[in-house]
T-cell receptor, first 114, second 117 residues
Framework: AQSVAQPEDQVNVAEGNPLTVKCTYS??????LFWYVQYPNRGLQFLLK??????LVKGSYGFEAEFNKSQTSFHLKKPSALVSDSALYFC????????????FGTGTRLQVFP | DAGVIQSPRHEVTEMGQEVTLRCKPI?????LFWYRQTMMRGLELLIYFNNNVPIDDSGMPEDRFSAKMPNASFSTLKIQPSEPRDSAVYFC???????????????FGEGSRLTVL
Protein backbone atom coordinates (compact mmCIF):
# COMPACT_ATOMS: atom_id res chain seq x y z
CA ALA A 1 0.00 0.00 0.00
CA GLN A 2 1.08 3.55 -0.67
CA SER A 3 2.29 5.47 2.36
CA VAL A 4 4.29 8.47 3.46
CA ALA A 5 6.20 9.05 6.67
CA GLN A 6 7.04 12.33 8.33
CA PRO A 7 9.69 11.48 10.89
CA GLU A 8 9.59 14.79 12.78
CA ASP A 9 6.62 15.90 14.84
CA GLN A 10 8.03 19.41 15.08
CA VAL A 11 10.70 21.47 13.39
CA ASN A 12 12.00 24.67 14.92
CA VAL A 13 13.89 27.24 12.89
CA ALA A 14 14.90 30.86 13.29
CA GLU A 15 13.44 33.44 10.95
CA GLY A 16 15.68 33.98 7.95
CA ASN A 17 17.25 30.54 8.16
CA PRO A 18 16.59 27.79 5.63
CA LEU A 19 14.04 25.19 6.59
CA THR A 20 13.51 21.55 5.69
CA VAL A 21 10.50 19.40 6.52
CA LYS A 22 11.14 15.76 5.80
CA CYS A 23 8.98 13.18 4.05
CA THR A 24 9.75 9.69 2.85
CA TYR A 25 7.45 7.59 0.75
CA SER A 26 6.69 3.97 -0.05
CA UNK A 27 4.85 3.32 -3.29
CA UNK A 28 4.40 0.69 -5.92
CA UNK A 29 4.54 2.25 -9.34
CA UNK A 30 5.02 5.92 -10.08
CA UNK A 31 4.86 8.21 -7.05
CA UNK A 32 2.44 11.13 -7.06
CA LEU A 33 3.49 13.26 -4.09
CA PHE A 34 2.04 16.38 -2.53
CA TRP A 35 2.61 18.91 0.23
CA TYR A 36 -0.22 20.68 2.02
CA VAL A 37 -0.16 23.31 4.76
CA GLN A 38 -2.68 23.86 7.54
CA TYR A 39 -2.85 27.13 9.45
CA PRO A 40 -4.61 27.18 12.83
CA ASN A 41 -8.35 26.58 12.63
CA ARG A 42 -8.23 26.36 8.84
CA GLY A 43 -8.50 23.65 6.23
CA LEU A 44 -5.52 22.25 4.36
CA GLN A 45 -4.11 24.23 1.46
CA PHE A 46 -2.21 22.80 -1.48
CA LEU A 47 1.45 23.84 -1.69
CA LEU A 48 2.99 21.79 -4.46
CA LYS A 49 3.07 18.41 -6.15
CA UNK A 50 5.41 16.04 -7.95
CA UNK A 51 3.96 13.99 -10.77
CA UNK A 52 6.82 13.64 -13.20
CA UNK A 53 9.63 15.73 -14.64
CA UNK A 54 12.09 17.90 -12.77
CA UNK A 55 13.09 16.64 -9.35
CA LEU A 56 12.91 20.14 -7.89
CA VAL A 57 9.33 21.32 -7.68
CA LYS A 58 8.42 24.90 -6.91
CA GLY A 59 5.21 25.79 -5.15
CA SER A 60 3.32 28.49 -3.31
CA TYR A 61 4.75 30.98 -0.78
CA GLY A 62 8.36 30.36 -1.87
CA PHE A 63 8.35 26.68 -0.94
CA GLU A 64 9.97 23.99 -3.01
CA ALA A 65 10.41 20.27 -2.69
CA GLU A 66 13.07 17.90 -3.91
CA PHE A 67 12.09 14.49 -5.18
CA ASN A 68 14.82 11.90 -4.61
CA LYS A 69 14.03 8.50 -6.05
CA SER A 70 17.07 6.70 -4.65
CA GLN A 71 16.30 7.88 -1.12
CA THR A 72 12.51 7.69 -1.59
CA SER A 73 12.24 11.17 -0.16
CA PHE A 74 10.26 14.30 -0.95
CA HIS A 75 11.51 16.94 1.47
CA LEU A 76 9.93 20.37 1.64
CA LYS A 77 12.32 23.31 1.69
CA LYS A 78 12.45 27.08 1.82
CA PRO A 79 15.62 29.15 1.61
CA SER A 80 14.56 31.74 4.19
CA ALA A 81 11.87 31.04 6.76
CA LEU A 82 9.27 33.57 7.84
CA VAL A 83 7.38 33.66 11.14
CA SER A 84 4.20 33.44 9.08
CA ASP A 85 5.33 30.03 7.77
CA SER A 86 4.58 28.57 11.20
CA ALA A 87 1.90 25.95 10.56
CA LEU A 88 1.24 22.23 10.26
CA TYR A 89 2.64 20.63 7.10
CA PHE A 90 1.39 17.41 5.56
CA CYS A 91 3.03 15.21 2.99
CA UNK A 92 0.66 13.06 0.94
CA UNK A 93 0.73 10.40 -1.74
CA UNK A 94 -1.92 9.49 -4.27
CA UNK A 95 -3.23 6.00 -3.64
CA UNK A 96 -3.52 5.00 -7.26
CA UNK A 97 -2.86 6.67 -10.58
CA UNK A 98 -6.49 6.99 -11.59
CA UNK A 99 -7.82 8.53 -8.41
CA UNK A 100 -7.53 11.75 -6.45
CA UNK A 101 -7.62 9.85 -3.15
CA UNK A 102 -4.68 10.98 -1.06
CA UNK A 103 -3.01 9.25 1.86
CA PHE A 104 -1.64 11.85 4.27
CA GLY A 105 1.30 11.67 6.63
CA THR A 106 1.00 12.46 10.31
CA GLY A 107 2.03 16.07 9.85
CA THR A 108 4.98 18.15 11.02
CA ARG A 109 4.52 21.30 13.01
CA LEU A 110 6.85 24.03 11.83
CA GLN A 111 7.65 26.75 14.34
CA VAL A 112 9.60 29.75 13.07
CA PHE A 113 11.00 31.95 15.82
CA PRO A 114 11.68 35.69 15.35
CA ASP B 1 -15.33 30.94 -6.47
CA ALA B 2 -16.39 30.63 -2.85
CA GLY B 3 -14.43 27.46 -2.26
CA VAL B 4 -15.66 24.41 -0.41
CA ILE B 5 -18.32 25.42 2.09
CA GLN B 6 -18.97 23.43 5.23
CA SER B 7 -21.59 23.85 7.90
CA PRO B 8 -21.84 24.07 10.79
CA ARG B 9 -18.36 25.35 11.71
CA HIS B 10 -18.85 24.28 15.28
CA GLU B 11 -21.24 21.76 16.79
CA VAL B 12 -21.59 20.78 20.42
CA THR B 13 -23.98 17.98 21.15
CA GLU B 14 -24.72 15.35 23.72
CA MET B 15 -23.94 11.69 23.42
CA GLY B 16 -26.70 9.83 21.60
CA GLN B 17 -27.84 12.75 19.49
CA GLU B 18 -27.81 12.75 15.72
CA VAL B 19 -25.27 14.98 14.02
CA THR B 20 -25.41 16.08 10.39
CA LEU B 21 -22.50 17.83 8.74
CA ARG B 22 -22.94 19.49 5.37
CA CYS B 23 -20.67 20.25 2.48
CA LYS B 24 -20.98 22.19 -0.74
CA PRO B 25 -18.08 21.38 -3.10
CA ILE B 26 -16.59 23.76 -5.61
CA UNK B 27 -18.82 24.03 -8.65
CA UNK B 28 -17.66 21.74 -11.44
CA UNK B 29 -15.63 19.45 -9.21
CA UNK B 30 -16.52 15.80 -9.59
CA UNK B 31 -14.79 14.21 -6.59
CA LEU B 32 -15.67 14.78 -2.94
CA PHE B 33 -13.90 13.55 0.16
CA TRP B 34 -14.74 13.49 3.86
CA TYR B 35 -11.75 13.49 6.22
CA ARG B 36 -11.59 13.42 10.00
CA GLN B 37 -8.77 15.01 11.97
CA THR B 38 -7.88 14.21 15.57
CA MET B 39 -4.74 14.61 17.61
CA MET B 40 -4.48 10.87 18.16
CA ARG B 41 -5.10 9.60 14.65
CA GLY B 42 -4.20 12.55 12.47
CA LEU B 43 -6.02 12.96 9.17
CA GLU B 44 -8.17 9.98 8.15
CA LEU B 45 -10.15 9.57 4.95
CA LEU B 46 -13.68 8.46 5.78
CA ILE B 47 -15.32 8.26 2.36
CA TYR B 48 -14.76 9.38 -1.20
CA PHE B 49 -17.32 10.09 -3.93
CA ASN B 50 -16.77 10.42 -7.64
CA ASN B 51 -19.58 11.78 -9.80
CA ASN B 52 -21.88 11.50 -6.75
CA VAL B 53 -21.20 7.77 -6.36
CA PRO B 54 -19.42 6.44 -3.25
CA ILE B 55 -16.19 4.88 -4.45
CA ASP B 56 -14.41 4.02 -1.23
CA ASP B 57 -16.03 4.00 2.21
CA SER B 58 -13.48 1.76 3.86
CA GLY B 59 -12.57 4.53 6.29
CA MET B 60 -16.05 4.93 7.72
CA PRO B 61 -15.55 3.81 11.31
CA GLU B 62 -18.81 1.97 11.88
CA ASP B 63 -22.48 1.80 11.05
CA ARG B 64 -23.20 4.91 13.06
CA PHE B 65 -21.60 6.90 10.27
CA SER B 66 -23.26 7.44 6.91
CA ALA B 67 -22.62 9.79 4.02
CA LYS B 68 -24.68 10.81 1.05
CA MET B 69 -24.21 12.87 -2.06
CA PRO B 70 -27.65 13.37 -3.62
CA ASN B 71 -26.32 15.74 -6.28
CA ALA B 72 -23.09 17.32 -7.49
CA SER B 73 -23.41 20.33 -5.22
CA PHE B 74 -24.21 18.83 -1.84
CA SER B 75 -23.05 16.11 0.53
CA THR B 76 -23.84 15.17 4.11
CA LEU B 77 -22.05 13.17 6.75
CA LYS B 78 -24.34 11.86 9.46
CA ILE B 79 -23.48 10.33 12.81
CA GLN B 80 -26.29 8.57 14.64
CA PRO B 81 -26.02 8.09 17.54
CA SER B 82 -23.01 10.25 18.33
CA GLU B 83 -20.42 9.29 20.94
CA PRO B 84 -17.71 11.32 22.71
CA ARG B 85 -15.01 9.54 20.70
CA ASP B 86 -16.48 11.07 17.55
CA SER B 87 -15.24 14.47 18.69
CA ALA B 88 -12.96 15.73 15.93
CA VAL B 89 -12.68 18.21 13.11
CA TYR B 90 -14.39 16.92 9.99
CA PHE B 91 -13.15 18.23 6.67
CA CYS B 92 -14.77 18.08 3.29
CA UNK B 93 -12.60 18.42 0.19
CA UNK B 94 -13.33 18.44 -3.51
CA UNK B 95 -11.32 18.04 -6.67
CA UNK B 96 -11.64 17.92 -10.39
CA UNK B 97 -10.40 14.47 -11.26
CA UNK B 98 -9.03 14.89 -14.73
CA UNK B 99 -7.58 11.52 -15.43
CA UNK B 100 -5.46 12.58 -18.37
CA UNK B 101 -3.80 15.37 -16.40
CA UNK B 102 -3.67 13.73 -12.97
CA UNK B 103 -3.78 16.98 -11.06
CA UNK B 104 -4.52 15.52 -7.64
CA UNK B 105 -5.09 18.86 -5.99
CA UNK B 106 -7.71 18.76 -3.25
CA UNK B 107 -9.51 21.90 -2.10
CA PHE B 108 -10.48 21.73 1.54
CA GLY B 109 -13.24 23.45 3.42
CA GLU B 110 -12.63 25.16 6.73
CA GLY B 111 -13.88 22.14 8.66
CA SER B 112 -16.63 21.37 11.14
CA ARG B 113 -15.44 21.05 14.73
CA LEU B 114 -17.63 18.50 16.52
CA THR B 115 -17.70 18.09 20.27
CA VAL B 116 -19.78 15.28 21.71
CA LEU B 117 -20.30 15.56 25.47
Amino acid sequence: AQSVAQPEDQVNVAEGNPLTVKCTYSVSGNPYLFWYVQYPNRGLQFLLKYITGDNLVKGSYGFEAEFNKSQTSFHLKKPSALVSDSALYFCAVREYENTDKLIFGTGTRLQVFP
Amino acid sequence: DAGVIQSPRHEVTEMGQEVTLRCKPISGHNSLFWYRQTMMRGLELLIYFNNNVPIDDSGMPEDRFSAKMPNASFSTLKIQPSEPRDSAVYFCASSLARLAENTGELFFGEGSRLTVL
